[in-house]
RNA sequence: GCCCGGGUGGCGGAAUGGUAUACGCAUCGGACUUAAAAUCCGUGACCUGUAAGGGUGUGUGGGUUCGAGUCCCACCCCGGGCACCA
């Protein structure tokens, strides 16, 4: 079954056994099974045209390593791959050559697979998935018809980068110092009608989730920071115009309202216009275009530089102490956050500092600050001052106290409340492009949305609507069973021109008779077919972001075929989650945040049996180019899998990423060091082979090891098992190396070791391990083979090295036996010829002795 | 500015508070060879000394400890994230 090749021939090797692997599906997971199961994903990739790079090798070769562990174990592994598929770089393409970007994303898959294949990774083919099939984005329609029915979305006017010269609507990314990445045009801000995804339902669940999952802290703590929850008040404040209302604003410090000197609204705010005086008219109506008029980018670099803003000429009466405090308008005050208007404290709040210095407003402190405090805004804890009126006294408490107290009276007077708020914001959900999921909605007329109502019992409980030139369109989902959703065929992809996407070309697809109750569809050109379901339908144009697709996959790896579900129950609950979810911390926020959200809209709609997704995350680093800097094209420092495979083989390429460092570090690439791995896996093929391909002459099966070498085998076995469980696997090389240095200076060396080594060298370097395991007669396939079994007996010393040190200084170390006394140890310590005249004249102190490892002696 | 992560030979890196530099690369010397490649053996932080040895060394400065790369405090540098979120 081996080649018979005699040297170390790895372009006949590898391919030879990947061959081997695929036709006996290797890698396939038993459907049941009694062995425990162990779920290894790695984020699947986008597969772009510049084809895979190193730095996807080295974390799928991390995860390989572990699968192959795993199953070596008896787990039944489950270790798919996919593709997510969608995404602007095949549309771009699309634009520039007209060709469909399903036939460019096809032939992108072609070589991402064998790429993969060429890497001898233990992914289980018959489990591929692709986004951008039908058959698997007909259940990303199906989960957003369930958002959609929780109401966790809906329609809103969002500002998005529009690009006039180029008639398209640009993504952030594109989008770079205010110009168009293509050509280099001015951008501009412009709202346009988005879907968007309630992900704030969910701030305190997807931060309490945090708690349960382990992940690595930073990672945490981003997502943390990302929801940013911060806890405080909603306090209203009577405006001196009543007829006006109230004006609400929230703040963590409620302890400091006394302080409050003025107040600032977002220049967005929707109570500007009311509350401007004439003579202040103008003034505000030019600082509100201005602002408007930036980005947010330069509203937040610009502003952090310099405060500016405007007095509106109206009043707001403090509820504590029913003073007059005049309202202004400033960019520093964000309109998405909170309620977009803020009572200043400038004594209390350095940004509030800087404003009132600005424009010379009053300041009072209302916290003590300490006496050595030299700064402006103390912002620490103290007792309150200048805090008393009427029936609310906070003079005397500190921070926490006076802020409990105040919201206490607050709510008392009905003034306020407590409150929770977070800077997460909804999620923009939909792009204006043509390759991506279409949304399966289509938008009728109110009254045929009432008509609708009366057959679909899955409308959400209050429509989705949005209002265009005084008309008001109603959102009517697909019935579950019209789904998939196709993309039609366009002429062309470019935009259209109006900040649509290319499907409102389509006149065909788009203006349709629609029926209410099964989904059909005819154009609305042809005549109105008869019957109550049948309504005039517009199609909605937006198509979901390349989140979507990538929201959820791990679900499809437990049951990729299931025409009926995303996946079976007995599927979902036998696979459960991931063990182990391998990727970039490039995803640190967003991906895991929105996977997490609607895994967890899944879990309370019933579908998955648990609420957290991934149980456990870790982040492969980066692999720099060899000058230490990003591997770019424009560098020239990009290095390809495939030359490296093509000049050393897969095996040492694998090994060589794993041996670089750890596997979370960002580490340089090193074309030399690639040899060092190279040489050690040509060392095991002479060891084992001798130069006619037959089994070395040293190989011996009669004589049994020296036990040095049997004592290394079993440590060699525990290492590397430990350290592959821990993801360490440029240790666990190590160990492999330091073993066959032995083997190599042992005149002989039992067959059995020599196949014990390659059961732990086969989901490292997998190729050379399975042709030399055949070669010497190892039966079966070693990736078959259960992992060896090191005998903890063996690893006992019976005779330690003893660190003698003088002062803590290292002056000499012996042999002894692992049980000697601090008195016996002493003993030979005092004779050391080494250690001796460190002893000379001095007094011996104290004597510290740790066993098997130091004897500390202290002398004056 | 705030929050993380990290600074160890010429290089990548190793080290439950207990011999700092495992393993690999590079270097230099040697063996084998007509020669080269491959392979093998040795060398491999700095200062001092013929040597044995002694001293100093893990970004800098302090501290805790019998003993610190590891723990604590302050600072410097590099990388990542967030950044008017009231």
């Not at 929801?227 to 410090?253: H, P, Q, W």
Request: aromatic share 10%; net charge neutral.
């Amino acid at each position: 079954m081996a080649t018979h090749c005699k040297d170390y021939d790895f372009r006949q090797i590898e391919p030879h056994w990947q061959t081997f692997w695929q036709e006996k599906h290797a890698f396939r997971a038993e459907k049941s099974s009694t062995k425990p199961k162990f779920y290894v994903l790695d984020m699947f990739p986008y597969p772009s045209g510049a084809g895979l790079h190193v730095g996807h090798a080295e974390g799928y070769t991390g995860t390989d390593i572990l699968a192959r562990y795993k199953r070596a174990r008896g787990f039944n592994v489950l270790h798919p791959i996919g593709w997510d598929a969608f995404g602007l770089p095949a549309e771009q393409h699309a634009v520039k050559t007209g060709t469909h970007p399903a036939s460019n994303t096809q032939n992108n898959i072609v070589n991402y697979r064998r790429q993969i294949r060429a890497l001898g990774f233990s992914y289980e083919w018959e489990r591929e998935v692709d986004t951008t099939d039908p058959k698997y984005f007909r259940w990303t329609q199906w989960i957003f018809l369930q958002l959609f029915k929780k109401g966790l979305a809906y329609v809103d006017e969002r500002p998005v980068w529009w690009c006039p010269e180029l008639c398209t609507v640009l993504a952030n990314e594109e989008v770079i110092d205010g110009k168009s990445e293509v050509g280099g045009f001015p951008v501009e801000r412009r709202n346009l009608r988005q879907w968007v995804l309630r992900i704030t339902a969910y701030a305190e669940q997807l931060l309490d989730g945090l708690k349960e999952v382990d992940w690595p802290d930073s990672t945490k703590r981003m997502q943390e920071a990302w929801i940013g929850r911060s806890e405080g008040a909603e306090v209203r404040f009577k405006l001196e115009a009543a007829a006006l209302g109230d004006l609400n604003i929230f703040t963590t410090r409620p302890d400091t309202l006394f302080g409050c000197t003025y107040m600032v609204l977002a220049p967005e705010h929707p109570l500007v216009p009311a509350l401007t005086k004439d003579a202040q008219h103008s003034a505000v109506e030019s600082y509100r275009k201005a602002t408007a008029a930036k980005s947010d980018v330069e509203r937040m670099s610009e502003a952090a530089k310099e405060k500016s803003g405007v007095f509106t000429g109206s009043y707001a009466i403090n509820p504590v102490n029913g003073a007059r405090v005049p309202v202004w308008i400033a960019d520093y005050v964000l309109m998405g956050y909170g309620t977009g208007a803020i009572m200043a404290v400038p004594a209390q709040d350095e940004r509030d500092w800087e404003f009132a210095k600005l424009y010379a407003l009053p300041i009072l402190r209302t916290v003590q600050p300490p006496a050595d405090f030299t700064g402006d805004a103390y912002t620490g804890d103290g007792p309150a001052i200048n805090s008393a009126h009427g029936d609310l006294s906070l003079n005397g408490l500190h921070v926490a106290a006076a802020k409990a107290r105040t919201i206490a009276w607050l709510e008392a007077k009905q003034a306020g409340t407590h409150r929770i708020n977070y800077k997460l914001r909804d999620w923009l959900f939909s792009r204006q492009r043509y390759w991506g999921e279409p949304f399966p909605i289509v938008w009728v007329s109110e009254v045929d949305y009432r008509q609708a109502a009366a057959l679909r019992p899955d409308l959400p409980a209050a429509p989705v609507t949005y209002v265009e030139g005084g008309v008001t369109h109603c959102a009517l989902p697909l019935p579950e069973m019209a789904l998939p959703l196709v993309l039609p065929d366009v002429q062309s992809y470019l935009p259209s021109g109006t900040g649509e996407s290319p499907l409102a070309n389509v006149t065909e697809w788009l203006e349709i008779w629609f029926n209410a109750e099964n989904g059909a569809a005819i154009p609305a050109s042809q005549p109105r077919p008869a019957g109550a379901a049948w309504l005039r339908a517009r199609r909605e144009t937006n198509t979901m972001p390349q989140w979507a697709g990538s929201c959820w996959y791990y679900l499809r790896f437990l049951d990729p075929q299931n025409p009926n579900a995303l996946a079976s129950q007995a599927a979902l609950q036998y696979w459960d989650v991931p063990d182990l979810y391998v990727g970039g911390s490039e995803h640190a926020v967003l991906h895991l945040l929105y996977a997490r959200f609607w895994h967890k809209v899944l879990y309370d709609l019933g579908v998955v049996p648990q609420a957290e997704p991934f149980k456990k995350l870790f982040h492969h680093g980066i692999i720099l180019g060899e000058d230490g800097v990003t591997m770019s094209k424009s560098r020239g420092n990009v290095v390809n899998p495939d030359d490296i495979i093509k000049s050393y083989g897969t095996d040492t390429l694998r090994l060589y990423l794993m041996f670089l460092g750890p596997l979370e570090a960002m580490k340089p690439w090193n074309p030399k060091g690639i040899e060092g791995v190279h040489r050690f896996l040509q060392k095991v093929w002479r060891e084992c082979l001798g130069e006619d391909g037959g089994a070395n002459l040293k190989i011996s099966d009669t004589e049994s090891d020296p036990p040095e070498l049997i004592k290394l085998l079993h440590e060699t076995i525990k290492k590397t098992g430990d350290d592959i469980e821990d993801l360490r696997f440029n240790t666990s090389i190590a160990q492999m190396m330091i073993f066959m240095n032995a083997v190599q200076k042992t005149p002989q060396v039992s067959r059995r070791t020599l196949l014990t080594f390659l059961q732990v060298l086969a989901p490292f370097a997998p190729h050379i391990a399975e042709e030399l395991w055949a070669r010497l007669g190892g039966s079966g396939s070693v990736s078959e083979s259960c992992w060896p079994v090191y005998d903890a007996d063996l690893l006992v010393n019976t005779m330690v090295k003893l660190v003698f040190q003088v002062n803590g200084k290292h002056r000499g170390d012996q042999l002894l036996p692992v049980s000697i006394t601090q008195d016996a140890a002493f003993e030979v310590a005092k004779n050391h010829e080494r250690v001796a005249p460190h002893l000379l004249g001095k007094s011996v102190q104290r004597i510290i002795f740790v066993p098997r490892k130091i004897l500390n002696i202290v002398v004056s």
